[in-house]
């Protein structure tokens, strides 16, 4: 089972919907989670870290399941410029600092 | 731009050849990681350094790989003997202690084909 678990989609929305992504971990120590942002061929770049509490930046929120090792993001009102894949991304403990990022959700979002 | 910084940004090797990336990381970033990501997944850890100290190295990081960070700032990844299997997105990222949990940042990465 790989750690960090993603629907791939794709998931295809029209301008002005709401799309929500769900991703699974398999350890239940770890420690920071993230979803990262990727463009077609570009890097991946951080969109928002994902605490206890759960936490909101503009049209997009994160939260977080401890007790179901799972993690959230909304997309509220999609715009064009949303397309891309969203990384969940688990920091990996017992192991320094290093990253473990989920295969990605691809989403495209229709005029 | 203060960006994490990669050369080259393509590179086309023959099988066999040895290939060398550079990576520039955010100035004043103590730490340092390498990731492989092939298509279709997502970013895959290969190593990491805090200073000029390599502390991590996935199980992916084959002997045939090799990675330093001589004074702990740029870092420069070798692959020798290359494979068709080594064609991927190598990506470097740069973080500081004890910031924001250890945000990463990533560079624009290198794709190697392998022919």
């Known amino acids: 089972r790989k750690e960090v678990e993603q629907d791939p989609g794709p998931f295809n929305v029209p301008e002005g919907a709401t799309v929500a992504f769900n991703c699974t971990y398999s350890?239940?120590?770890?420690?920071?989670f993230f979803w990262y942002r990727q463009d077609c061929r570009k890097e991946p770049k951080l969109l928002m870290s994902v605490y206890s509490s759960g936490n909101e930046d503009g049209r997009f929120t994160a939260q977080l399941n401890r007790a179901s090792q799972y993690i959230s993001l909304l997309i509220r009102d999609s715009k064009l410029s949303d397309s891309a894949t969203y990384l969940c991304v688990v920091h990996k403990t017992n192991s320094g600092y290093a990253l473990n990022f989920g295969k990605g959700t691809s989403l495209l979002v229709t005029p | 731009d203060t960006g994490v910084s990669q050369n080259p940004r393509h590179k086309i090797t023959k099988r066999g050849q040895n290939v060398t990336f550079r990576c520039d990381p955010i100035?004043?970033?103590?730490?340092l990681y390498w990731y492989r990501q092939t298509l279709g997944q997502g970013p895959e850890f290969l190593t990491y350094?805090?200073?000029?100290?390599?502390?991590?190295k996935s199980r992916l990081l084959s002997d045939r790989f090799s990675a330093e960070r001589p004074k702990g700032s740029f870092s420069t990844l070798e692959i020798q003997r290359t494979e068709q299997g080594d064609s991927a997105m190598y990506l470097c990222a740069s973080s500081l202690t004890g910031v924001a949990k250890n945000i990463q940042y990533f560079g624009a990465g290198t794709r190697l084909s392998v022919l």
């Open positions: 350890n239940s120590a770890s420690q920071s």
């Open positions: 100035s004043e970033h103590n730490r």
């Open positions: 350094f805090q200073n000029e100290a390599q502390l991590e």
